[in-house]
């Protein structure tokens, strides 16, 4: 099976940078995927990582760490509307998405 | 606009009843997911379906029914049988089998069902 690992909150001030964690562990691995979720509304997708690096993608980036099993979102010049909580999830051979617990994201003024 | 509808948005239900929750998407998707969220436990598969008239259980399948008559249609019913069915119930597709090109889900907008 799959297990992650992610913090359950984080908070910033707008206009900082944050980073969130992810930590996982899987047989198969394909890839490592963020979701966005403003509170009671749908999840949406912002990044997929296969390969080691950092994908940029406007303000937000992610990382990928194959051989450290281990990944972060990295939000930049946040915005009041960034608060909401962030999923990641793994791929992996076989298997259908599997989801961390969430990481609540609180900016404040 | 191409995208997945839930209903109904909100549900109540007295304890013993069947209820249906509705997924239809008209993105052309081959795979439909359900997933449970709970407060604090992340998103759990509940059944998935990756072609009409085939489907396979989840992580927590157990109290839980699902069809695939067509492609766009995915219903989910809560039967009686689920012990602890209040929850915040999620459907999404995809392109692909398990987890679609580049691992990208689109989901609807959710069910609230609580259990009188």
């Known amino acids: 099976g799959q297990s992650l690992e992610q913090p359950s909150e984080v908070t910033a001030v707008e206009g900082a940078i944050v980073q969130i964690n992810c930590t996982y562990q899987t047989s198969g691995f394909y890839g490592l995927s963020w979701y966005q979720q403003h509170d009671g509304g749908a999840p949406t997708f912002l990044s997929y990582n296969a390969l080691d690096g950092l994908e940029e993608t406007g303000r937000f980036s992610s990382f990928l760490s194959r051989s450290d099993s281990y990944g972060y979102l990295l939000l930049q010049e946040l915005q009041m509307k960034d608060s909401a909580s962030y999923f990641c999830?793994?791929?992996?051979?076989?298997?259908?998405?599997?989801f961390g617990k969430g990481t609540m994201l609180l900016v404040s003024p | 606009d191409g995208g997945i509808t839930q209903s109904p948005k909100y549900l109540f239900r007295k304890e013993g009843q069947n209820v249906t929750l509705s997924c239809e998407q008209n993105?052309?998707?081959?795979?439909m997911y359900w997933y449970r969220q709970d407060p604090g436990q992340g998103l759990r598969l509940i059944y998935y379906?990756?072609?009409?008239?085939?489907?396979q259980k989840g992580d927590i399948a157990e109290g839980y029914s699902v069809s695939r008559e067509k492609k766009e249609s995915f219903p989910l019913t809560v039967t009686s049988a689920q012990k602890n069915p209040t929850a915040f119930y999620l459907c999404?597709?995809?392109?692909?089998?398990?987890?679609?090109?580049?691992?990208?889900?689109?989901f609807g907008e959710g069910s609230r069902l609580t259990v009188l």
């Open positions: 999404a597709s995809s392109i692909m089998g398990t987890g679609g090109f580049g691992g990208e889900l689109f």
């Open positions: 379906s990756q072609i009409v008239n085939d489907f």
């Open positions: 999830a793994v791929r992996a051979r076989y298997s259908t998405l599997t």
């Open positions: 993105l052309n998707h081959d795979a």
